[in-house]
């Protein structure tokens, strides 16, 4: 069986965090280990209170799973602060071995809530992104990492892309789900080029956790072995159908339905 490492924080609603990645990797059957960064108490209407876990302990808990049973893919999403970001990158570098690292650099809830401070930024361009074999974020974290404009057209996810990747990222790719318009697309810049995805935009408040689902996903698809553009295109696909049979749960932004065929 193959595993996954994700390292980030719990949402107690089950629809995004730690939680939404061990169904996914459960989904794809890859075997999922966590390294929890924070402990949110939220639900579908938001974040009502976050408490984060010293780095002291979010490192232990890498290091001991990474050396006792391994990964064969990390992914990282909430790393709230600077001295988080150095001690999770680390750990990878020390324990991960070749493992593909997929960074989602979570930054706001769907709610709205921030969940990363201003010098965790700094830290993540510096630390993470080089070692990063995807980096997955969505037009307002790229224009934060950045510390440019706003994103709005298709070109704009193309041309942060390229500046992301010259960051050190190895491969970026930009999310457009904020953009307007009937379809979502989606830009991945890579060293093999650059191609674009389409897919029409599903018209619903059910996609919470949509971020984290992707990334997890395409780790897990890393995991399995798949090339990078397979994993993308697999993931991509699976989101998609975890959106369209979304259960309806909760009074606001309600989860995916994780448990469709990956």
């Given at each position: 069986m193959r595993r996954l490492l994700i390292v980030a924080g719990s949402d107690s609603g089950g629809g995004a965090g730690i939680q939404a990645d061990i169904k996914t990797a459960t989904a794809h059957g890859v075997y999922a280990m966590t390294a929890i960064t924070a402990i949110t108490v939220q639900d579908t209407n938001g974040v009502h209170g976050v408490h984060l876990i010293p780095d002291a302990t979010i490192a232990d808990q890498m290091r001991v799973v990474l050396a006792d049973i391994g990964t064969d893919a990390v992914k990282t999403g909430m790393l709230h602060s600077a001295g988080t970001i150095a001690a999770v990158a680390a750990e990878i570098a020390r324990g991960a071995g070749e493992a593909p690292l997929v960074v989602d650099p979570v930054m706001v809830a769907?709610?709205?809530?921030?969940?990363?401070?201003?010098?965790?930024?700094?830290?993540?361009?510096?630390?993470?992104?080089?070692?990063?074999?995807?980096?997955?974020?969505?037009?307002?974290?790229?224009?934060?990492?950045?510390?440019?404009?706003?994103?709005?057209?298709?070109?704009?996810?193309?041309?942060?892309?390229?500046?992301?990747?010259?960051?050190?990222?190895?491969?970026?790719?930009?999310?457009?789900?904020?953009?307007?318009?009937?379809?979502?697309?989606?830009?991945?810049?890579?060293?093999?080029?650059?191609?674009?995805?389409?897919?029409?935009?599903?018209?619903?408040?059910?996609?919470?956790?949509?971020?984290?689902?992707?990334?997890?996903?395409?780790?897990?698809?890393?995991?399995?072995?798949?090339?990078?553009?397979?994993?993308?295109?697999?993931?991509?696909?699976?989101?998609?159908?975890?959106?369209?049979?979304?259960?309806?749960?909760?009074?606001?932004?309600g989860p995916l339905n994780h448990m469709v065929k990956a």
């Open positions: 769907k709610g709205g809530a921030r969940l990363i401070d201003d010098t965790a930024i700094a830290a993540m361009k510096k630390l993470l992104l080089p070692q990063a074999t995807l980096l997955t974020p969505n037009a307002p974290e790229a224009a934060a990492l950045l510390g440019g404009a706003e994103l709005t057209t298709q070109r704009d996810l193309i041309v942060a892309g390229r500046g992301l990747r010259g960051l050190g990222a190895k491969a970026v790719l930009m999310k457009g789900g904020h953009l307007a318009g009937d379809m979502v697309f989606d830009a991945l810049i890579s060293e093999e080029g650059e191609e674009v995805f389409a897919s029409p935009r599903l018209r619903t408040a059910h996609t919470h956790g949509t971020g984290c689902t992707l990334a997890s996903a395409i780790a897990s698809n890393l995991a399995l072995g798949r090339p990078l553009k397979d994993a993308v295109k697999a993931a991509r696909s699976y989101v998609q159908q975890a959106i369209a049979a979304a259960p309806g749960l909760g009074h606001g932004h």
